[in-house]
């Protein structure tokens, strides 16, 4: 069955960087999609980054406008993973970040990883 599994959210003072990564199993993972999305307490959940599949590691990227030039979505088909560099955090990142493929017409989601912007 089709799993995700983050890991690398944490404590981090604001202008800080993470690094977020998805280990996936259970589908041809280089052959799809792979989304990072985020949900703030009494927010809904929103897109945060995209990244298509690719023939090699790399694929093309969408972006939210509010992390744009401070985040990276990257992609390693060899390893079933895919990655989010967060740069220049701030408070308003703090969030769950969920990882998320859509796969035979479903939905599927990881349990997510808390990342924490405080000083």
């Known amino acids: 069955q089709v799993q995700l599994v983050e890991s690398g959210g944490g404590l981090v003072q604001p202008g800080g960087s993470l690094r977020l990564s998805c280990a996936a199993s259970?589908?041809?993972?280089?052959?799809?999609?792979m989304s990072w999305y985020r949900q703030a307490p009494g927010k809904e959940r929103e897109l945060v980054a995209r990244?298509?599949?690719?023939?090699?590691?790399?694929?093309?990227?969408v972006y939210a406008d509010s992390v744009k030039g401070r985040f990276t979505i990257s992609r390693d088909n060899a390893k079933n993973t895919v990655y989010l560099q967060i740069d220049s955090l701030k408070p308003e990142d703090t969030a769950i970040y969920y990882c998320?493929?859509?796969?035979?017409?479903?939905?599927?989601w990881g349990q997510g990883t808390q990342v924490t912007v405080s000083s």
């Open positions: 990244i298509t599949r690719a023939g090699g590691s790399t694929g093309s990227t």
């Open positions: 998320n493929v859509f796969w035979a017409n479903m939905n599927y």
């Open positions: 259970g589908f041809t993972f280089s052959s799809y999609t």
